[in-house]
């Protein structure tokens, strides 16, 4: 069994940053992606973040240059850097990852509520 668990979350005035972390833990042979999604009130999930094994980074246009993905793969964990945040970040943030066992599948964490308000 593998889990993800998030942390970081929380209520912050514009401007100000968070930043968010995701572990895995279980039996683990590899990770490829990692990944952070939102999912504001009534809009769909959205991608906000990726990183590959690789190192490769790719991110959504609207927290380009304010948002960091990176990745710690001796400790399977994923952070999100979020600076200059705005009240439409405010979202449910997901990670994601893509995890190798005994086959490869996709796994997700419960979810950390980012709240961006005076």
């Known amino acids: 069994q593998v889990q993800l668990v998030e942390s970081g979350g929380g209520l912050v005035q514009p401007g100000g940053s968070l930043r968010l972390s995701c572990a895995a833990s279980?039996?683990?042979?590899?990770?490829?992606?990692m990944a952070w999604y939102r999912q504001a009130p009534g809009k769909q999930r959205e991608l906000v973040a990726v990183?590959?094994?690789?190192?490769?980074?790719n991110y959504l246009d609207a927290v380009k240059g304010r948002f960091t993905i990176s990745r710690d793969n001796a400790k399977n964990t994923v952070y999100l850097q979020m600076n200059s945040l705005q009240p439409e970040d405010t979202a449910v943030y997901y990670c994601?990852?893509?995890?190798?066992?005994?086959?490869?599948?996709?796994?997700w964490g419960q979810g950390t509520q980012v709240t961006v308000s005076s």
């Open positions: 994601n990852m893509r995890i190798q066992r005994a086959t490869l599948n996709e796994y």
């Open positions: 279980g039996s683990i042979v590899s990770i490829y992606t």
């Open positions: 990183t590959s094994d690789s190192g490769s980074t």
